[in-house]
């Protein structure tokens, strides 16, 4: 087994997002975190509220919320369910991914590593990593801010050895009576009789070193990832634009995204709830083209109604609730897979209709109807067409134009044949459509026809398809 620890050391700051700098995150009167802009300014955490007010008299305080932390960290774990399905909580500010199963999906270990910090950053994290065979060795390292890795349990004693006591958390007590023994490091507890050491400091930090190393069994709870998915974000301020929901929306959707991968199921349709300060709420719906679990994807279409919102009131909380699922099927992938290019069909009718409205974009879909005028349809693109005749279906094995006049087009008739910028010839043989009796004289409606059509190029190199009736040539599309 493999460990990925991350350890969030502005954790009580970072969740909470919309903050302007300089902010810092206060706890019984003295600072607990602040950003660059608070360091900057000389805060520091541990310092009295009112030293840090003297230092920095812009400075945004906020109280801590542990119940808002512990919200936070479980929106983490669900995001985390993009890169492994074995998450644990290391509660109040650290996750535990068990990643030896997920290496070779991802390239090997500094690629998971790498791809994981990616994502925390888009969504404002600091976090710092370690990786070890255990998950006590992995936080220990990670709160230490060693960013290593380490493959085996051989290299755990060397890996520790130099990390301070204070790191594993133990009670003041326990570290004050191991630096009177003159024991500061955990390479030092290491030289000790572990009988000795018992009687001393008691049970539960030599049990925590001996799991650390690995000679003790350290069982973790996984993190469960819920039935429903459905999220709160509190904002620290209210929000009066639209485009300002952006980032606090990007951590809401990482959160399903990753439940997604978790569940091992796909989003169809899910709904942002805007909570207003007036006591009124809103909801903004995303539908997708196609169901899928992509986190960005869902975030530019976000970002797209964002930014044709007006918002009529200001928001201080959001909720996403995902309102379609469906299960993921198994696929098979392809051996020798290529990238794609751009960001595919499904996500470009998602952007169109956001801009140009539900209405403005439509499909092309068959329909059971010998008569080319009357063989397709306008459809939803949501709505899955309904299939055709067989009939219909065999007919696209022949000649079709991409481009059909709204009318047949008339043509001259000469000694030689029909012309068209010149004679035509014809390169196929008749194709005879004899269909329409039943709306013939009907309003709006091609009627009975009898046509025997072709497919004739002229003198220009230009094909076209064209047809006889007892009133002449017409032509009727043009192929590409």
């Not at 910090?117 to 936080?139: D, H, I, K, Y």
Request: charged share 20%; hydrophobic share 45%; aromatic share 6%.
């Amino acid at each position: 087994m493999l460990w990925l620890a991350l350890h969030f050391p502005l954790f009580a700051l970072e969740s909470l997002p919309l903050r302007q700098s300089p902010s810092a995150v206060v706890g019984r009167g003295r600072i607990l975190a602040g950003d660059l802009g608070a360091v900057a300014a000389g805060v520091m955490p541990g310092q009295k509220l009112s030293t840090a007010l003297g230092l920095a008299p812009g400075l945004r305080v906020f109280e801590r919320d542990p119940a808002c932390e512990a919200a936070a960290l479980a929106d983490l774990a669900c995001a985390a369910g993009r890169f492994t399905p074995s998450v644990s909580l290391a509660p109040p500010d650290a996750l535990l991914l068990e990643i030896g199963a997920c290496l070779r999906l991802f390239g090997g270990a500094p690629m998971l590593v790498e791809a994981v910090l990616a994502a925390c950053g888009e969504q404002g994290w600091s976090a710092v990593w370690a990786a070890a065979p255990t998950p006590l060795a992995a936080l220990w390292l990670a709160r230490s801010g060693a960013a290593c890795l380490v493959m085996t349990t051989d290299q755990l004693p060397s890996a520790l050895a130099s990390l301070p006591c204070t790191i594993p958390g133990w009670p003041a007590a326990v570290v004050a009576r191991l630096e009177s023994f003159g024991m500061r490091c955990l390479g030092d507890l290491a030289a000790l009789p572990t009988s000795g050491l018992r009687r001393r400091i008691g049970e539960t930090p030599v049990d925590d070193l001996l799991r650390a190393r690995g000679e003790l069994p350290d069982p973790r709870r996984c993190f469960v990832f819920p039935e429903r998915f459905t999220t709160t974000l509190e904002l620290p301020s209210r929000v009066e634009h639209a485009e300002g929901l952006a980032f606090a929306g990007q951590r809401l959707l990482a959160a399903l995204a990753g439940w997604l991968h978790g569940r091992q199921a796909l989003v169809r349709a899910c709904t942002l709830h805007l909570h207003h300060n007036d006591g009124s709420t809103s909801a903004l719906p995303l539908r997708l083209s196609e169901a899928s679990a992509d986190g960005m994807r869902l975030l530019r279409l976000l970002r797209e109604h964002l930014g044709r919102l007006t918002l009529v009131a200001p928001v201080d909380t959001l909720r996403l609730e995902a309102d379609e699922v469906l299960a993921q099927p198994g696929d098979s992938g392809r051996l020798f897979a290529e990238a794609m290019a751009g960001e595919g069909t499904a996500a470009c009718l998602e952007r169109l209709r956001t801009r140009l409205g539900v209405a403005a974009v439509q499909v092309l879909g068959l329909c059971a109807d010998h008569r080319p005028e009357c063989a397709t349809v306008v459809g939803d693109p949501d709505r899955k067409p309904a299939d055709a005749e067989p009939e219909s279906v065999a007919a696209l094995a022949r000649p079709r134009p991409l481009w059909l006049l709204p009318a047949p087009q008339a043509l001259a008739e000469r000694a030689d044949g029909p012309h068209w910028h010149g004679p035509l010839h014809l390169a196929t043989r008749a194709e005879r459509l004899e269909s329409g009796w039943w709306d013939n004289g009907e309003e709006n409606a091609a009627g009975d026809i009898r046509r025997d059509y072709f497919v004739a190029r002229n003198q220009r190199g230009q094909w076209a398809w064209i047809f006889r009736d007892a009133q002449g040539w017409f032509l009727h599309g043009l192929f590409a």
